[in-house]
């Protein structure tokens, strides 16, 4: 399975971040073995000094496809759920000046944790609410509506580089708020009011 991530798909986020609002969906990898499961712990690698959470909305693919169109792209997903993009900002930053690729700030390991539930998109709204927690503290509180990229566009603009598999994730982007864990912090991620993920930084 892959997992694919969309970039600065929320306005106030890319603004936060001094990033230009994308005219076209932008999006990197994450191997499968960036994922953290089950509530575990996250620890801190060592060779960043600069983690930083981004809550995101994460699209569960059901159906095998490529090209697909937009007006289509609803029947190759059913289920979502919610998860945390890590990014070694520090990291990052040096890519970005020296126009290297992102891997070593977006895709290393466990920095794809995860809910383990996900939920029937019957079951929830149109307009998704969803925050993260950092120590009992509110500190990202997005809506789905507020995307630049909708989850249909999303899903057809990638599919048009790969195939979609069953099983692949997006993450689709982070609302504002992000910034920095440090060891010792609790990470609480809701939807829909819901308790989707509890875990520590260690
Ligand atoms: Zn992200």
Redesign the pocket.
Known sequence: MKII?I?RNYIDHAKELNNKIPEKPMFFLKPETSLLLKNRPFYYPDFSKEIHY?T?IVIKINKLGKHIEEQFAHRYYSEIGLGI?F?ARDLQKECKTKGHPWEIAKAFEHSAPISETFVNKENLPDNINFKLELNGKTVQNGYTKDMIFSVDKIISYVSKFFTLKIGDLI?T??PAGVGEVQIGDNLKGYMEGKLMFNFDIK
């Open positions: 991530c970039g981004e995101e993009d990014t993450f982007g982070t």
